[in-house]
């Protein structure tokens, strides 16, 4: 099963004409996946020529090179029953990102869903992931994450690890790892709320209009 099929499939509209609106696309993997799946009224956006030029001429798709922010979003002047920020929130820093959010909320239809997939900032690797990419301004832990959407206007339906794939041995590591690291994290900071629940390299969000 496909990352997409594993993560994504089920909050998929099920009106294949429905609009769906992907943010910071890139080569547009996803897009493709919703093309196979027959849905014909996606829009496609990044702020990178290429990877938009490689998506032009796609029946039921309108790509667009632009940077995905609230006057953006704003600028669109329509609503989506989908949209989709993969891996792309955490370029927006502390300041700029409640304003984008709100503008996301606001660019739902009354049902309408979004997905907010980000690396885990909780885990240790956070600070590698970080540093590898200059333009990673701001990292999200779980609770980090919720907080941001539900500050701003939208209700989170579900938070959880994105489903990798990965083989049964590794995933038993994976545990065993993730629960020593949180026992660290006891002896630092003593038990609460904060301490993460999700040991996966990627988080992924779905919340509605509140």
């Known amino acids: 099963m496909s990352l997409y099929e594993a993560n994504y499939r089920r909050w998929l509209p099920e009106d294949r004409k429905a609009p769906i609106l992907d943010l910071g696309c890139g080569q547009g993997d996803f897009v493709r996946y919703l093309h196979s799946l027959g849905y014909r009224n996606i829009t496609a956006v990044d702020h990178d ?101 539900e500050a701003n206007g939208l209700e989170v339906e579900e938070l959880e690890g994105v489903r990798t794939g990965s083989g049964a041995l590794y995933r038993a590591l994976q545990a065993i790892w993730f629960e020593l690291y949180k026992a660290l994290l006891i002896l630092e900071r003593g038990r609460d709320d904060e301490l993460p629940r999700i040991g996966s390299k990627s988080l992924i969000a779905v919340a509605r209009r509140a």
């Open 49 to 149: 020529k290429e990877a938009i030029a490689a998506l032009q001429g796609i029946e039921g798709v309108s790509a667009i090179q632009a940077r995905a922010d609230a006057a953006f979003l704003k600028g669109l002047k329509r609503k989506w029953a989908l949209i989709v920020a993969k891996q792309m929130i955490y370029y927006f820093d502390r300041r700029e990102a409640p304003t984008f959010v709100r503008g996301l909320a606001n660019a739902l239809v009354e049902d309408g869903r979004l997905v907010v997939e980000i690396f885990n900032g909780a885990l240790l690797s956070s600070r590698f992931t970080e540093l590898k990419d200059p333009g990673i301004l701001t990292a999200y832990t779980e609770n980090g994450l919720k907080r941001l959407l």
